[in-house]
């Protein structure tokens, strides 16, 4: 069999995803984050003031040792829904082997919603997926935070 392919010159896109360090200094960085409250005192620095929902991800070591924050959306004044893809892309960067969400409340009321319980609900079964464990899901504000997963205030 005698076969013939024609082979024609084309221009192909090659990306790469890097992940790009911007050192901020944040009070508790390189800490065992063994429990929701030194986690939603964390990102009660970074988020709990914001007049609009932000979706924060702090990404673990092994033994639980902040590595990375990412704030990875900022919505409304009463919404915040982000991506497990944005998430998740962030964590395998920076070789996370561990996360914790949290998003803010500017009402200053940190009840969850059904919405937020089905957000961390879906994040919880993505990170599973890919050997990610998610310790928790937070919401923060001024007042104090509440755990999701413990389902309790924890400050």
């Known amino acids: 069999m005698n076969t013939e392919i024609e082979l024609t010159e084309q221009t192909v896109m090659i990306s790469t995803v890097k992940l790009v360090k911007a050192e901020t200094p944040?009070?508790?960085?390189?800490?065992?984050?063994?429990s929701g409250i030194t986690a939603a005192y964390l990102a009660e620095q970074i988020i709990g003031d914001d007049a609009r929902e932000s979706l924060l991800a702090m990404y673990l070591d092994?033994?639980?040792?902040?590595?990375?924050?990412r704030r990875?959306?900022?919505?409304?004044?009463?919404?915040?829904i982000g991506s497990p893809r944005e998430i998740?892309?962030?964590a395998l960067l920076c070789n996370a082997v561990k996360l914790i969400i949290a998003h803010n409340h500017p009402s200053g009321?940190?009840?969850?919603?059904?919405?937020?319980?089905?957000?961390a609900k879906a994040m919880n079964l993505a990170s599973g997926f890919i050997g990610i464990e998610m310790l928790d899901s937070l919401v923060v504000s001024p007042e104090g935070a509440y755990s999701i997963k413990s389902n309790h205030s924890v400050a």
């Open 26 to 34: 944040l009070l508790g960085a390189g800490v065992e984050v063994s």
């Open 62 to 69: 092994v033994k639980n040792r902040l590595i990375a924050v």
């Open 72 to 80: 990875v959306f900022t919505g409304t004044v009463n919404k915040a």
């Open 88 to 90: 998740l892309q962030s």
């Open 109 to 119: 009321d940190c009840t969850p919603s059904s919405a937020d319980r089905e957000q």
